[in-house]
Each structure stands twice: as C-alpha cells, then as structure tokens.
C-alpha cells in the first residue's frame, strides 16, 4: 500500500522553483529520511504535504486520496501528523494537560464547551496511557516550560501520536539534543508501529541512518538520490553536494 504520492510538484517564490518537479512515493509503513544542504527545498516540501503551503503545481495524495487542494485540518482526518523544528507546546499546561488536549482534538465531544475536559475519564485515560508507553507518566504533573529541552521533545512526539496518525513527519526531531537526548529520541522512534509511516528531516546523519529504510537526498528541490542508507552513504555525488555544500 502507498502512504503518499508527491506527483511533479513545483513550488514557486516569484521566479525561484522552491520545489522543482520532484516526484516520489512512500510505502505504507516505510521509515524514509529527506537529506539535503540550505535551500534544498526540505521543509517547504513538509509544508505542502501538510496543507500550510499550496503548490505551484503538481499533486500530493495520501493514501490514495487527492489531498493538494484539502484543508490542513482534513489532511489531519485522513491521518496525517506532524512535529516542528522547534517543540511547540503550551508552557503552562502540565503534560498531563497536554496529552489530555491532544487525545480531546480527535474525540466526538471537541467542540463541547459546557463540560470541563477532566470530566471525560476516557480521555484521560488514554492521555496516561500515552504517558506510561513513553515512560513520560512520572512527569504528568509538571508543566512543560518546566522541563528539559530533551523531554519537551519526546512529549511534543507523544502529542502527535495522540490521535494515530497513519503518517507522521518529523522535522528535525533531534535538533538542539545533547547524545543522551537524542539516543532516547531514537529509541523512541523506533519503537513506533509499523502502521505508523515516519518521513523525517534530520541533520544528524548518522541518527538519520539509524532509522531510514530509505534515503532521499534533494537538491535545488530536485530529486538527488533515492536509495537505501548504505548507497546514499557511499554516494559520491551526494557527499560531494550534501557533505561540501555544508548541512541544511
């Protein structure tokens, strides 16, 4: 089963192809690392497939369904997930607060104003249990602001495991992480599900490798290479352009 088509797509700034063409798909349950130096186009292509940038041209679908014109919140629907560059989260809410809001976001009763969130036990109880997978439960209780850089990323990969997503993009998820950090973000990613498909964007090669069934390097928005990690790894022409043109 295919998870996503990105269908030559260009995305245009004035007279600069941002996006130039670039054509690939995801299988269902694949682990796919987006490698490339400043400017190739990376984030942009994330901000297309999640609805925040419309193309130029081109198509996006998610499993199977044409998403290039979809709101972001349909795109959510349909099972789409997404962390940033840098951790978004409410700094005064407790992560127990925050799970609870995640979890809330894809029940029935959102929108109900007249009955505290604390009312519903079942969201509640699928917060704590997102909490205790994640060995996070110890830190229910304190707000966010309040914690180390390194677990206000693992919560923010909590949150957005919050309401099973079927594909989830990861924007540099080890940024900013000391070795330890990053070793527990590693361990995390991959002890998601296999019906989880992960596209990720991360600038630690040899974390990316770790994870990657396979490796797309962009340049200039275009299609580089395409192959699985140890291929990439001893690519000439992509250690010559990602490695010499400096990390982005």
């Given amino acids: 089963?295919?998870?996503?088509?990105?269908?030559?797509?260009?995305?245009?700034?004035?007279?600069?192809?941002?996006?130039?063409?670039?054509?690939?798909?995801?299988?269902?349950?694949?682990?796919?690392?987006?490698?490339?130096?400043?400017?190739?186009?990376?984030?942009?292509l994330f901000n297309v497939i999640t609805g925040q940038l419309h193309p130029t041209a081109g198509r996006v679908l998610l499993f199977g369904q044409d998403i290039t014109a979809a709101s972001v919140a349909r795109r959510v629907d349909l099972g789409l997930g997404r962390t940033f560059q840098i951790a978004t989260l409410f700094p005064r809410l407790t992560v127990l607060e925050s799970a609870m809001l995640a979890v809330?976001?894809?029940?029935?009763?959102?929108?109900?104003?007249?009955?505290?969130?604390?009312?519903?036990?079942?969201?509640?109880?699928?917060?704590?249990?997102?909490?205790?997978?994640?060995?996070?439960?110890?830190?229910?209780?304190?707000?966010?602001?309040?914690?180390?850089?390194?677990?206000?990323?693992?919560i923010e990969l909590v949150l957005a495991?919050?309401?099973?997503?079927?594909?989830?993009?990861?924007d540099e998820p080890a940024a900013g992480l000391s070795a330890e950090e990053t070793a527990?973000?590693?361990?995390?990613?991959?002890?998601?599900?296999?019906?989880?498909?992960?596209?990720?964007?991360?600038?630690?090669?040899?974390?990316?490798?770790?994870?990657?069934?396979?490796?797309?390097v962009l340049q200039h928005g275009r299609l580089l290479a395409d192959g699985d990690p140890t291929s990439i790894r001893h690519d000439p022409q992509v250690a010559e352009v990602y490695f010499g043109a400096g990390r982005g």
């Fill in 1 to 44: 089963m295919t998870a996503l088509v990105v269908d030559h797509l260009v995305v245009r700034f004035g007279g600069l192809d941002v996006i130039d063409d670039l054509s690939f798909s995801v299988r269902a349950g694949e682990r796919l690392v987006i490698f490339g130096p400043n400017g190739a186009g990376k984030t942009t």
């Fill in 104 to 154: 809330q976001a894809g029940a029935p009763h959102r929108f109900v104003m007249h009955r505290a969130v604390h009312s519903y036990a079942g969201t509640r109880r699928r917060a704590l249990e997102l909490l205790e997978a994640w060995d996070l439960a110890p830190r229910a209780d304190i707000e966010t602001r309040r914690l180390a850089y390194g677990e206000q990323r693992r």
């Fill in 161 to 170: 495991l919050a309401r099973r997503p079927r594909l989830l993009l990861l």
């Fill in 184 to 216: 527990a973000v590693v361990a995390m990613i991959r002890e998601m599900p296999r019906d989880v498909t992960i596209m990720l964007i991360e600038h630690d090669v040899d974390m990316a490798l770790q994870l990657a069934d396979r490796v797309l």
